[in-house]
């Protein structure tokens, strides 16, 4: 992704977008990916390709998760894992603030990968979220640190906004997609290039229909 501050900006509902270039260099370098857990109870590991989907899914997007924000101290200990400049602890200010933005950047996912509109509501809440200061970059090897070296929850949810501008903007059908297992929903971005992902998790959705495709093969052969 370009690196230049020129940024993909929706204006209202036209969802117009201004010619501007990339802003995922913030989140370059960044770990995604997390435990998912449902209804049943079975844990694996489901990576969105995004920062963004991933905090989308930290609640129960589309009934396909479970709530993992229960406190302020939850959502401190996720920024921290993807944001160790986040050194001062989220309050429950920035709890109300990270659920506001995280259902957003869910319904904006969902919709993308329908290959529908995202509703106006949630365009403006990415928006505002992604006009508030964020976490400056920095080059390493300073004598002395400065603005990266420490950062405040509500700038992390920024730089989360301003992933989600450019990734749904410059994405409206293309990359972002849903699992395409048949009872599967599971939402991410195909970071890949040759742009062939089809699973959530080749450990959960892959494999099962690897399983199935071997036992329709067997079934299939007659005997000798």
């Not at 209202?12 to 770990?31: K, W």
Request: glycine share 8%; hydrophobic share 35%.
């Amino acid at each position: 992704m370009s690196g230049a501050w020129s940024a993909l900006l929706w204006q209202g509902s036209g969802h117009e977008v201004t010619d501007y270039i990339g802003y995922m260099y913030a989140t370059e370098g960044r770990p995604t990916g997390q435990k998912m857990t449902v209804s049943d109870g079975h844990t694996w590991w489901f990576d969105s390709g995004s920062l963004s989907i991933d905090f989308a899914y930290t609640g129960s997007m589309d009934g396909s998760g479970c709530e993992t924000m229960h406190a302020a101290s939850d959502l401190t200990d996720w920024l921290i894992g993807r944001f160790p400049e986040v050194i001062d602890g989220a309050t429950d200010r920035d709890l109300i603030d990270a659920r506001a933005l995280r259902g957003s950047l869910a319904r904006a996912a969902t919709a993308r990968s329908r290959g529908d509109e995202i509703l106006s509501d949630d365009v403006d809440v990415i928006n505002l979220f992604a006009a508030t200061p964020d976490i400056a970059p920095s080059l390493i090897g300073g004598t002395r640190q400065a603005g990266r070296s420490r950062a405040k929850a509500s700038q992390a949810l920024s730089v989360l906004a301003r992933e989600a501008v450019e990734l749904f903007a410059a994405n409206p059908t293309d990359r972002i997609r849903e699992c395409a297992a048949a009872d599967c929903t599971l939402v991410f971005y195909d970071e890949s290039r040759s742009n062939n992902r089809r699973w959530c998790s080749m450990q959960r959705c892959g494999n099962r229909a690897k399983v199935r495709a071997h036992r329709e093969r067997n079934s299939s052969v007659p005997p000798r």
